[in-house]
């Protein structure tokens, strides 16, 4: 059974820093890519950074790149998110997401690419 667990969220005031990982287990193969996403609350959930796991590249959203980045983390599949220079509306529940097989090649930054799913960690920055 494939699981995903994040931790490091927190509360924090503007201009901080936060690492979020992301640990799985029961992957029974190496993955397309991992992903991170977030969710405001009354917001849908949107794309935050994903790292195709073969070739290494990293694909962040433009309200994020600069800030925020994604790194492979050993030993197993994992990821870490560091997230730098926060600001208020970067707060939100964070999922990271394991993308196995992607059958219709879906784009990384679009949810319905990636197979599983965490079960998230709040992040909340302050004014």
């Known amino acids: 059974q494939v699981r995903l667990v994040e931790s490091g969220g927190g509360v924090v005031q503007d201009g901080a820093s936060l690492r979020l990982s992301c640990v799985t287990s029961?992957?029974?193969?190496?993955?397309?890519?991992m992903g991170w996403f977030r969710q405001a609350p009354g917001k849908e959930r949107e794309f935050v950074a994903t790292l195709n796991w073969h070739h290494g590249n990293r694909h962040y959203a433009d309200s994020v790149n600069g800030r925020f980045t994604i790194t492979r983390t050993y030993p197993g599949i994992q990821v870490d998110l560091r997230m730098d220079n926060l600001k208020p509306e970067d707060t939100g529940e964070y999922y990271c997401?394991?993308?196995?097989?992607?059958?219709?090649?879906?784009?990384?930054?679009?949810?319905?690419?990636?197979?599983?799913w965490g079960q998230g960690t709040q992040v909340t920055v302050s004014s």
């Open positions: 997401a394991l993308s196995l097989s992607n059958p219709y090649s879906l784009g990384l930054e679009i949810a319905d690419a990636y197979d599983y």
């Open positions: 029961g992957v029974p193969f190496s993955p397309k890519a």
